[in-house]
């Protein structure tokens, strides 16, 4: 299997740490959990990116080259570098499925491996779960939006790199778009890819009827035409008088897409000037800097708008660029642990989330429990990796794709709102909770009262 990174991509303090592992002899099991500090301006997430996680532990490994490039550093003893040459995953993996709406302080992975093991991998962990996760998350709330209308991902040329190109194109998809204009994504992820043209195109040629036409001649099937360069009025009315003979000449004009300027009043004029013209079968498509705010509110305005192309505030998740998120040791040796930070303290020991459900399945509140407990809720973390073999997922992405669908129609309608973050209960069990107290007060014992007398 072809290595899906290097192990070398990570922190150099991830290999400082597993040379004192290495000296000390803490190769014991730990269990380190990922999970979300805070949803930000999101009442929801959307767990993703666990595919990509999977397939880099499964080919995990340091190659005899990567060696050498250490040992050349000078910082790390022959001894170590050894042991580093055979280092594989052999350990376990829980996680909750992609598509899974989850929310703060809840794990969504759980990793349990000899301690060098578990620690080297937690900054590529982070780095994909993480992208996927906040990008899904706002794709699925533009996906509310649209409220059924066509989505489709534009936003490779100002996502942050060709990897995320095509993760934001998975995740987009993944959260219910329709698809991406992204080929390689449509090649590699089987994701459907749309295209229309560039205002390039237009400017090419000597005027807007002779690219229409030279376009719709070379590509007759699925024809959109951007009609926005100079004059997007004008524009719909030549649209509307070349239209049927392209019709007839076998090219079928399925849209006009607009790009710029007051998208819901264009979109207004554009369909009086089509429907005038005879050519009412002609859908309109907006582009240009839209998010679920603007998608929204044309919706809301009823803009005669039958789909969005969502880029570059969706890729980079502009509202909110990035999640307070970690991935934390809970258990080392059998021993819980947790950290006591201000602002950043956590909860010891493996742990299970359980969805509870109400009438008609509707979401009702998650548990969040210690791992061996009971519930009658769902659990959400599911066995995907043993001794570091993958268990074989159930309909890939696809599968993802309807489950969240079906999440979505299960969500509390608060939940659904675009304009103000509303909370779901997350309770902490009472055992967890013991836990906790129990783990802080060996940490921090109380003081010996002084000898009297």
Not at 39 to 48: D, E, H, I, M, T
């Amino acid at each position: 299997m072809e290595r899906a990174a290097s192990a070398l991509l990570t922190d150099l303090y991830q290999l400082t740490m597993l040379q004192s592992y290495h000296r000390s002899g803490m190769h014991a099991p730990a269990v380190f959990e990922f999970f979300v500090r805070s949803q930000g301006p999101r009442s929801f997430l959307v767990a993703a990116g666990l595919e990509q996680a999977l397939d880099y532990l499964a080919t995990l490994a340091v190659e005899p080259f990567e060696v050498e490039q250490l040992r050349a550093l000078g910082r790390f003893d022959p001894g170590f570098l050894a042991a580093l040459a055979g280092l594989r995953f052999t350990g376990d993996v829980d996680a909750v499925p992609e598509g899974t709406i989850v929310f703060a302080g809840e794990p969504l992975l759980r990793v349990r491996a000899p301690l060098p093991q578990a620690q080297l991998v937690e900054s590529r962990i982070v780095n994909l779960l993480h992208y996927q996760t906040m990008v899904a998350s706002k794709a699925a709330r533009c996906v509310l939006a649209a409220r059924g209308r066509r989505l489709v991902d534009f936003g490779m040329r100002r996502s942050h790199g060709a990897e995320a190109a095509l993760l934001a194109a998975r995740a987009t998809w993944l959260a219910g778009f329709d698809g991406t204009a992204t080929l390689q994504a449509g090649l590699r992820l089987g994701i459907p890819v749309f295209g229309t043209m560039a205002h390039s195109f237009v400017q090419a040629h000597a005027s807007e009827q002779q690219a229409f036409e030279a376009y719709a001649r070379a590509c007759p099937e699925h024809v959109t035409f951007l009609i926005d360069t100079y004059d997007t009025e004008a524009a719909a009315r030549l649209v509307a008088q070349i239209s049927p003979g392209l019709e007839r000449a076998g090219a079928h004009v399925e849209a006009v897409r607009i790009d710029s300027g007051d998208l819901g009043a264009c979109a207004r004029r554009v369909r009086a000037i089509l429907d005038e013209g005879g050519c009412p079968h002609i859908g309109i498509f907006a582009s240009g800097n839209l998010d679920e705010a603007q998608v929204d509110a044309l919706a809301r305005a009823g803009a005669p708008i039958q789909g969005y192309g969502v880029g570059t505030r969706m890729n980079t998740s502009a509202d909110a660029p990035y999640l307070d998120c970690a991935y934390k040791l809970v258990d080392y040796a059998g021993r819980p642990t947790l950290k006591l930070s201000s602002g950043k303290a956590t909860w010891p020991g493996a742990k299970q989330v359980f969805r509870r459900h109400g009438p008609r399945g509707a979401m009702l509140s998650d548990l969040v429990a210690l791992e061996g407990e009971q519930d009658s809720g769902l659990p959400l973390l599911q066995p995907v990796m043993r001794a570091g073999r993958r268990i074989d997922a159930q309909g890939g992405l696809p599968a993802a794709r309807a489950l969240l669908r079906a999440q979505l129609d299960a969500l509390p309608a608060p939940l659904r709102r675009l304009d103000e973050v509303a909370a779901y209960p997350v309770i902490v069990s009472d055992a967890l909770d013991a836990l906790a107290r129990q783990v802080r007060a060996s940490l921090n014992p109380a003081p010996r009262q002084p000898a009297h007398g």
